[in-house]
Every structure is written in structure tokens, then in C-alpha cells.
């Protein structure tokens, strides 16, 4: 593949991603309104977010295994589709159950469009060194998205909530082109799911890889958790009843979570070597741990910015590094399956973490619902290392 192509190819996927990183963020300043137009409470409007979510638990397996058997370009054009359609259908629902029935329905093209844009950039770029600063680049271009996204969804929801819907008919454009993808081409493996499943099993065992793949999809369930639920669900409800702030301010406060974790996909990561990445990935809880009782002592708005900053860092350093090595986890013909099997593990925190935000909000409060989060931060940084240990002697010996 020729270098024009290659960039044609990686600017391509960037959009992919892009496109279901708005998944969360585009509603995420409008859930007082939506919750007030649709006659729900608070502690039960995060459904909208974790809805969403919830297909890819079930699907992001036979997604990958779809992918590596039939091709990428395929299933990423079908994801699209579902995801751009029923996306934007949500601006004309009239009811909650309504609502969580389109979210449900987009979710069916979620798994296909961030897992696999990561698994055919590992594809696409094989030199290790290339393949880090790419995702980096990647992740970047993701966050950037995701900072941008709740202010722009701030300021159309203030003409109504249900407005931010149309935001998904960007899925259009991006999928008439994605039939010029090139990269994932079929790879000829085994007829049945289950056997595939199993070949892949086998591969990681003999590379030694399966536990810290579990290991990856742990820490990263809590950094979606605290992405997803504290920073996307529980921030827009707590400045809404501690400072009134109106749906276009909460979008500019939510954003510094992203411009955190843009700092660290940019700079420090490229640097980062696989025998201090551990050590790394523990910063990063640490900094999540920190930027969330930040946000638990906010007196003001911008003091919530700041936390949200401090954890955003600590996000993107652990989601990077956990990038990296679940495409490395496995052989080249089981990459999709394997990297669709983290992002279900992503999906999961995503399903959980907007309605146990919002939960905890209306039960405890936010800045308790904060605190907590930030206790269970600081809990993984301090253990996640030495179970990982443990687990790899039980198991390999």
C-alpha cells in the first residue's frame, strides 16, 4: 500500500471512530431537559446512555469474528448504517420507552465502529513504534471529538433536547465512505464463531497474553466508568442542582475531561516502553483517583473543569496503553475478534456506568456518588498489579 493510500486509509478510520465516540457525549448536556420532557427522574434518565451500550456486550464478539472472517469494509458499512439511522431516529421519539428502544436498536452498530477502526489501525500499521503513534493519533482525534461534542450538543439542546439527536446524521457522509476501505481483508478462518473463539484462546495462551487481556479490560471498564458515568452522566445533573448551570456552560465544563486526555494520547504515551507501561497505567488511576475528589471539593464550576482535567489525563494514559496491547495480544488472523472482545468489556462499564451515575446522584448525591468513584479508583491503582501477578503464575505457572 502506497503511503497516499495508507493516509487516506488511517484518516478514514479516524472518522469511524470519531463517529461512535459521539455516542455518550452528544446528549450527555441535555439530560436534565430530556428527563424533564420525557417525565423521568433523574435517577433513571442515564437508561438513555447505557441503552446505547448494552447490544455491544452481547455482539461485539460475533462482530469480530465477522470482521475476520468476512472483512472489515463489510461490517463497518452495516455498523454505520444501523448507528446513523437509528441515531437520528431518536429526534422523533415521544416517549422514555420509546427512546431506549432506538438507543438500543443504534447500539447494534456500536462494537463495529470503534473496536474495529482500532483493529485494522493495528492492521494497517504492523511496525510497533508506527502502530503506537497512530493510535495515539487516533485516540487523539477521538478525544478532541469528545471535548468539542458536549459544547456544540450544549448549544443545540438550548433550541430543545431532542435536537442533539441530529448530530448522528454525520454517520452519512462517513459511510459512503467507508466503501472505499481497503484494509481487513477476509483472512479465512474457521467456519464456526466457537471454533474461532477457541483458535484465539489457544494463540493468547501460547503467547502468554490471555490474563493480561483481562487485566486490560478491567482497568479500562473503570476509566470508561468514570468517563461514561461520572464524567458524562453524574457532572451535568451535579451542576445543574449544586450551580444551575445551563445546558451550554455544562457542556464546556464536561468537555475538560476530553482536553485532559488529549494531552496525554498526544504527548507522553509515544514515549512509553512495555516494561514501565504498568507502572504508567497505575499513574493513570491514580490521576483519575485525584481529579475526582477535585471534583468532589468543587466550589464553583471551574474547580469541576480542573478535576475533570486531572482525571481525563489519567483516562487517556490508561486507555492508550490498553489499546496497544490488546492489538498485541494476539495474532494478526484472530486481531478482531480479540480487540472487539476488550470493547465489550468497555461496553459493559458503558451500560453500568450512566445509570449507576445517575442512580447514585438521586440516592446519595453527586459529590458522595464522586467521592466513591474515586475510592474505587484508588483501590485498583493500588491492587490491579499484584492480582495480575497472581493470576499469570496460577495460570501459565
Known sequence: MNPRTRREQFALLVSVSCLTTT??????????????????????????????????????????????????????????????????AGFLADSFPMLIVLRLLQGLGTPGLMGLS????????????????????????VFAVQMIMPALSGVIAEGGAFRPFLIYLAGIPIGLWALR????????????????????????????????????????????????????????????????????????????????????????LRFIKGRISSRVM????????????????????AMVSLGLALAGAGFGLVVTLAQRDAIASASITYRGLVVLTWVAGVRVSQVVGPPTASLMTGLIGPRSAFLMIAAIAALAAVSWRPVRGWLKRMVYG
Open 118 to 141: 482500532i483493529a485494522l489501525i493495528g492492521e494497517l500499521f504492523e511496525d510497533e513504534k508506527d502502530r503506537m503513534r497512530f493510535l495515539g493519533m487516533n485516540l487523539a482525534f
Open 181 to 268: 476501505l481497503k484494509v481487513g481483508r477476509p483472512k479465512g478462518v474457521a467456519s464456526s464463531p466457537f471454533r474461532h473463539v477457541r483458535a484465539a484462546r489457544d494463540d493468547m495462551h501460547r503467547k502468554g497474553t490471555g490474563v493480561d487481556l483481562l487485566g486490560q479490560m478491567a482497568v479500562t471498564g473503570l476509566g470508561v466508568n468514570v468517563n461514561a458515568g461520572a464524567s458524562m452522566t453524574a457532572v451535568p445533573l451535579f451542576l445543574d442542582d449544586a450551580f444551575g448551570t445551563g445546558s451550554a456552560g455544562r457542556g464546556l465544563v464536561v468537555s475538560a475531561f476530553q482536553a485532559g486526555a488529549i494531552v496525554t494520547a498526544l504527548g507522553v
Open 23 to 88: 455516542t455518550l457525549p452528544a446528549l450527555s448536556p441535555a439530560l436534565p431537559e430530556l428527563a424533564e420532557a420525557l417525565g423521568v427522574s433523574i435517577t433513571v434518565v442515564g437508561w438513555v446512555q447505557g441503552a446505547v451500550s448494552f447490544p455491544g456486550i452481547l455482539t461485539a464478539v460475533l462482530v469480530g469474528y465477522l470482521a475476520d472472517r468476512f472483512g472489515g469494509r463489510r461490517v463497518v458499512v452495516v455498523c454505520v448504517t444501523a448507528f446513523t439511522v437509528f441515531g437520528a
Open 282 to 301: 497505575t499513574a493513570g488511576l491514580w490521576l483519575m483517583c485525584i481529579g475526582l475528589l477535585v471534583v468532589y471539593l468543587a466550589r464553583f464550576p
